[in-house]
């Protein structure tokens, strides 16, 4: 990252304020006398200088040469690229949240433990978490359900469907009902898509707006897509609002957690929304005044204020935290206090999930790779026995005591 930064300012003009990267030293890095040297580093293995952060030669293929620390001194190593990984004991780098070298139905995912070791970047395959139901995909790289056939999390004029691997896909086919020739993109029915504001790309590839849809706003004329802002007012939501034999129809309320001031808007609950300075909107839209001194969250269920990391009033496992779901760009300061993940419960969670995954076992209440270093001691790695129990053991050619294994029987997986 630091090489970045200093590209970035000397391409501004402005390198005399930003110091070079350790590698640019001629003393840590004998390539940096070359021309342009602070871009390159030094291969040991045949005494030559390559550019940094290239993939293939002297590397694998999939890796990129990289600076690493080796006491004083600043070495290169092959490292998969950031958006990749590696199965142990392999050198290719696969796509992260693809499908890469696991088998249908499940993606590559990091193991976060991994990223610490020796900068390697590990994976393993795991299968996709289950959604409410078939019309909902799940999507590996932030872990949400989304509607299929909807954009969903992908780019737009691209939708969410089920590919070939079995994994949630952006797709947009050119023979699809949802393909639109104007732009060549392809957009979900009752959606905007590529339609002008007050209408929506409808099935048969076209834009309008019919009185009978749901979206169907009377006052302006017009159709949104719903749970959307649509023709509202601030921190409204267009969305159904009643279901009758006649048909649905949609219109603005306040959105979720929000109350309707006295001035007809909706503000997200414990801001400030349009109270004087020492008050924020509570439930109803009442301004009330502050109730807690500066440094502390109030917790609504508890009717109280606590300090930000306090167990109290918390499950176990979890610590008051400030309420990430406000944007205070648009939303303002909230003074709402939630509970969030700090350890104990929350890190079992992660455990109890781990004898799922293939390849992974929990040790020492953590998740970890087989077959890996791991927690274990140098020259040893982490096996299950014919038990099931996880253990250190020895490397295949190396005996005690240049290693060492577990003298004690850890839990099952």
Request: proline content about 9%; charged content about 20%; overall charge positive.
């Amino acid at each position: 990252m630091a090489v970045w930064v200093w590209l970035a300012a000397l391409l501004c003009g402005t390198q005399a304020a930003v110091l070079p990267p350790p590698w640019a030293d001629v003393r840590k890095n004998p390539c940096a006398s070359h021309p342009r040297g602070w871009l390159m580093l030094f291969w040991p293995n045949d005494g030559k200088c390559y550019t940094i952060y290239k993939k293939g030669h002297p590397c694998p293929e999939t890796q990129e040469l990289s600076p690493a620390r080796w006491g004083g001194r600043t070495v290169a190593e092959c490292k998969c690229p950031p958006g990749t990984a590696q199965l142990p004991h392999s050198t290719t780098c696969h796509k992260l949240f693809e499908r890469g070298p696991c088998r249908l139905g499940e993606y590559f995912a990091p193991v976060e433990e991994s990223f610490n070791k020796r900068g390697e970047r590990q994976g393993m395959c795991v299968r996709p978490q289950q959604c409410a139901d078939e019309t909902l995909l799940y999507w590996p790289a932030d872990g949400r359900c989304y509607y299929r056939l909807s954009q969903g999390p992908c780019y737009t004029g691209s939708i969410l469907d089920l590919g070939d691997d079995g994994l949630a896909n952006c797709t947009c086919a050119s023979d699809g009902p949802h393909y639109w020739a104007g732009d060549g993109g392809c957009y979900a029915h009752y959606s905007r898509g590529p339609c002008e504001k007050g209408q929506l790309f409808l099935p048969g590839a076209k834009c309008g707006c019919e009185s009978h849809l749901p979206h169907y706003h009377n006052d302006t004329g017009a159709c949104y897509e719903l749970d959307t802002i649509g023709p509202c007012p601030k921190g409204h939501v267009f969305s159904i609002s009643q279901v009758s034999p006649y048909g649905s129809k949609a219109e603005c309320k306040c959105k979720s957690f929000h109350a309707r001031a006295v001035d007809g808007a909706c503000y997200r609950l414990y801001t400030r929304g349009p109270c004087a300075h020492d008050e924020m909107i509570a439930r109803g839209g009442r301004c009330i005044k502050l109730p807690c001194a500066r440094g502390r969250l109030y917790v609504p269920e508890r009717r109280r204020c606590y300090r930000p990391g306090a167990a109290e009033p918390c499950p176990v496992g979890e610590v008051v935290a400030f309420d990430f779901e406000a944007r205070p760009a648009l939303d303002g300061l909230s003074h709402n206090g939630v509970c969030a993940c700090g350890s104990g419960v929350c890190t079992r969670r992660e455990v109890e999930a781990c004898s799922s995954r293939r390849g992974s076992a929990s040790y020492g209440g953590a998740c970890h790779t087989l077959h890996t270093q791991g927690p274990c001691p140098e020259y040893s790695w982490l096996v299950k026995d014919s038990y099931g129990s996880t253990k250190c053991q020895c490397r295949p050619g190396r005996l005690p005591p240049d290693c060492r294994e577990d003298t004690r029987l850890n839990s099952k997986s």
